[in-house]
């Protein structure tokens, strides 16, 4: 994968490290040395030139792996950015936009820093001597580097738990014992053998009314934002597109910019079969491509290619994402027809409304119980009896509760939800994307993000009343305004999730979504709730079925995991009598992590 590796190591120890980071043909790489310190970075090259930065003067040196998307506003040179950096880390990692980990060193001055952006939209791990066999510090973008440069790695039993849990990581846990992930929008300084974290950027949480004002700013800032990212790309951009409106929003606003300025060649989408599967997305994004004058590839996702690739996934993403999640955006392998350079998603749904419920503010008891609501894929007591661990299931959730610092109940969900669920879950497979092709994360601006900060409550998901949030609404009112204000005629285009076109009611669409998901289970088809892909793979693929099954085996041999429980998931969901996938997928992931390097 693309990205950075370092830290106090000697020459020898760089090499290995920046060796072991996932490796494309293609790849381009930066080196720098100097006594103690190094730092190593690879990246797509020509292929995405402005999607990395390497710099030095002396014995300094400077990294970004990633984009900052206001670099033509600032009118900085790349100089003058790690000069601020080192000078002034806190307030000018505040004015800088766009998705990137930084990381900059002076020799001399005995210090370095490291920083994410303020979404997290790019992993970094960490290690020091207080945690693990290190001399100082040493990070990477992966963990594969990090195992290089410390002595007799171990797997974090939290690590397990969190995964089997939720199908990825939260908090600052990995699978490793002693490493941590870095969080969002946090500057580690590490000077004269003492490391530091703090927290540079947080916007306010203070929820605004749902107001006229408050809808046509979000519209405002989305679109301010966008140009911000157009203006960061040149050459070819793609863009994945369904037939959802996060998207669809997004390709409008990129064609907008194809059109307006002359910062990248070329826009086309690409779409594949899924999201649910047989739910009619490919043919919705073909009339929003054909609506915007917009090329589109219909991608193959198919089970015998993703099984090509089901390794690979889990190496590039560290095995901290279980693979039925990072199914999907193995679509990219299978791109064909069009040579595009950046290629990046929609508009997460979750920062209008669609992952923060109404009820896990107004239902939950504590900071805990909300962050176990709205992450958790199982139960606590479903990971007890799959798991041999000395692990508590709400380890990470309460280890963000006791970091969160918030004057009200309500600000505290939201904070630790953009402090973890944007790094930890939904930006955590995009590094497959990443491995392939340059991506963009377009919504890591604090000017936008301070303005969903304060989403109105009413924008949220809502869910049928006592239903304990279990029968949620399926729409949110911000996505189908947003793409009325944006383009009338993508508004009359079906939105897959209600079966009506965005023009309509927010009422009319809830019950839309309710009929079109209850038809779909009649029919036996995956849906919402219902029977997933992954799961049906499983089931039906006998290639699938077989390496799972084999991973299975083996995950039975190991004293992680209780092969009782776990034989017994899998009996349910090969006979058809639930479907077992989340916990299946999260433990053959993490069996066939530690199998290809921990083992």
């Not at 939800?417 to 497979?429: D, G």
């Not at 079966?499 to 669409?509: C, E, Q, R, Y």
């Amino acid at each position: 994968m693309t990205g950075l590796t370092g830290g106090t190591v000697a020459s020898d120890t760089l090499r290995r490290m920046a060796s072991s980071l996932d490796h494309e043909p293609w790849y381009e790489s930066e080196r720098f040395e100097d006594g103690s310190y190094g730092l190593a970075g690879q990246h797509h090259g020509s292929r995405d030139p402005t999607g990395h930065t390497f710099w030095t003067d002396g014995r300094r040196a400077g990294a970004i792996d990633g984009a900052i998307t206001n670099r033509h506003e600032l009118g900085w040179s790349d100089a003058e950015v790690f000069e601020r950096l080192l000078r002034a880390p806190e307030r000018t990692l505040r004015t800088l936009e766009g998705p990137f980990v930084v990381a900059c060193l002076d020799a001399a001055d005995d210090r370095l820093l490291l920083s994410m952006d303020k979404i997290g939209c790019r992993p970094c791990f960490y290690a020091t001597a207080d945690d693990a066999a290190t001399n100082g510090i040493v990070f990477g973008s992966e963990l594969k580097p990090i195992m290089a440069a410390i002595d007799d790695p171990t797997v974090d039993e939290q690590g397990i738990s969190d995964l089997v849990l939720m199908g990825t990581l939260w908090s600052d846990t990995t699978l490793l014992e002693g490493v941590r992930a870095l969080h969002p929008a946090t500057v580690l300084e590490y000077r004269d053998g003492e490391v530091t974290t703090s927290r540079y950027w947080k916007p306010d949480y203070d929820r605004a009314e749902a107001t006229e004002q408050y809808f046509f700013e979000l519209v405002d800032q989305f679109r301010h934002m966008m140009d911000r990212v157009g203006r960061s790309m040149t050459g070819d951009v793609g863009l994945w597109l369904s037939g959802g409106l996060d998207s669809r929003a997004t390709m409008n606003e990129l064609a907008r910019c194809h059109r307006t300025t002359d910062s990248f060649d070329s826009l086309v989408a690409f779409t594949y079969d899924a999201n649910p599967s047989g739910g009619g997305n490919p043919e919705l994004a073909q009339q929003v491509a054909d609506t915007l004058e917009t090329p589109i590839e219909h991608v193959p996702l198919t089970p015998d290619r993703f099984l090509d690739v089901m390794e690979k996934g889990v190496d590039v993403l560290d095995g901290q994402v279980r693979w039925s999640t990072f199914l999907n955006l193995s679509a990219v392998f299978n791109i064909e027809q069009y040579d595009a350079d950046v290629i990046m998603e929609g508009l997460e749904g979750a920062l209008v409304g669609h992952h923060l419920c109404r009820h896990h503010f107004t239902d939950a008891d504590s900071l805990v119980d909300s962050m176990y609501r709205s992450e958790a894929s199982l139960s606590t007591d479903d990971v007890g009896e799959l798991l041999n661990v000395d692990a508590d299931p709400l380890g990470s959730f309460r280890k963000e509760a006791r970091r969160i610092d918030e004057d009200s109940f309500a600000g505290g969900v939201v904070d630790a939800h953009f402090q973890n669920y944007y790094s930890r879950v939904a930006h955590a497979s995009n590094h497959l994307s990443r491995s392939q092709v340059g991506t963009r994360v377009t919504y890591a601006d604090g000017d936008f993000l301070s303005h969903v900060a304060r989403l109105p409550l009413s924008y949220r998901m809502g869910a049928l009343p006592f239903s304990d949030g279990e029968l949620i609404h399926g729409v949110v009112k911000p996505k189908l305004r947003m793409i009325r204000a944006l383009n009338d005629d993508l508004a009359n285009i079906r939105y897959e999730r209600s079966s009506l076109k965005p023009k309509h009611p927010f009422p009319a669409h809830v019950a839309g979504f309710y009929g079109s998901t209850a038809l779909a289970q009649l029919r036996s088809q995956t849906t919402y709730g219902g029977t997933s892909m992954p799961g049906k793979w499983y089931r039906e693929h006998d290639g699938l079925q077989a390496a799972v099954d084999e991973l299975i085996d083996d995950a039975c041999d190991r004293s992680l995991f209780d092969a009782d429980a776990l034989r017994e998931r899998q009996r349910r969901h090969l006979q058809g009598e639930a479907d077992e996938i989340n916990a299946i997928s999260s433990i053959t992931t993490a069996e066939l992590w530690l199998q290809r390097h921990l083992d």
